[in-house]
């Protein structure tokens, strides 16, 4: 804020233009608290819904909290809620049964349900565009190719930490996990979705980055 530039009274305690203000965090709070609900109710498999729903239900609290110290812009907030819903979708009905997706695979004569590359490439594109705020607003790295090449490389260590939570789930409870690691028979299942998460992030930032900018010179 300019020296001698008044802040009018109704925004003292907002947080500035760019950045999520609480009455559109509540509004994206409903919106997730009715896709939850809908979600956890009689879902394909409760096991494999709590698997799928548990990275949602682990980031909003984090969210909740962080958010006096640092609110996000309100792309970034969109993004992860947007991320959530995927992930609510697919703990409902499991990836491979998503209806859409499935009614795609029979109308076009596809070898699989496509669903979970659509979770995979918002695996990539939504941390990228949330890690990019963040190193930029903490002054950690400067725009340009090393904020681009950081940022993907965090992306792909998400997905690969992710892919290996799968694993360890897999083994632990055996045929069980099938409907949660998804592969649907196929083989490289793991590395395809690691690529997808690539793809999400470059894309992210490739698309979104202006407005993202755009967002964080209005916060400051």
């Known amino acids: 804020m300019p020296v001698g530039v008044s802040i009018p009274p109704e925004r ?3 947080p500035p233009r760019g950045l ?22 009689r879902p394909y498999d409760y096991v494999t819904w709590f698997l799928e729903v548990v990275p949602a239900l682990i980031a909003l609290p984090i969210l909740v909290f962080t958010y ?3 609110p996000l812009t309100r792309l970034s907030y969109i993004l992860i809620l947007c ?6 979708v697919g703990g409902h ?20 349900n496509y669903y979970d590359r659509v979770g995979h490439l ?26 681009f090449f950081i940022v993907v490389c965090i992306c792909l260590a998400i997905s690969a930490a992710y892919e290996l939570f799968e694993w360890r789930v897999a083994v632990a409870s055996g045929s069980a996990a099938d409907d949660f690691l998804g592969t649907q028979g196929d083989p ?3 590395q395809e979705d690691m690529a997808t998460a690539l793809v999400g992030a470059v894309l992210g930032l490739l698309t979104l980055s202006r ?3 755009h967002q964080l010179v209005e916060a400051t």
């Open 188 to 190: 490289w299942d793991t």
């Open 122 to 147: 918002a695996q990539g594109l939504v941390p990228a565009l949330v890690a990019r705020e963040i190193l930029i607003r903490k002054q950690v790295v400067k725009r340009g190719p090393w904020l």
């Open 20 to 41: 999520a203000d609480k009455p559109f965090l509540v509004f994206l709070l409903c919106v997730f608290a009715a896709a939850l609900t809908w979600s956890a109710i």
């Open 12 to 14: 003292v305690h907002q």
């Open 68 to 70: 006096g110290r640092f």
């Open 211 to 213: 407005v993202q900018d």
């Open 93 to 112: 009905y499991t990836y491979a049964r998503e209806p859409v997706f499935s009614w795609i695979r029979d109308h076009w004569h596809l070898s699989r």
């Open 83 to 88: 991320q959530a819903l995927i992930l609510l």
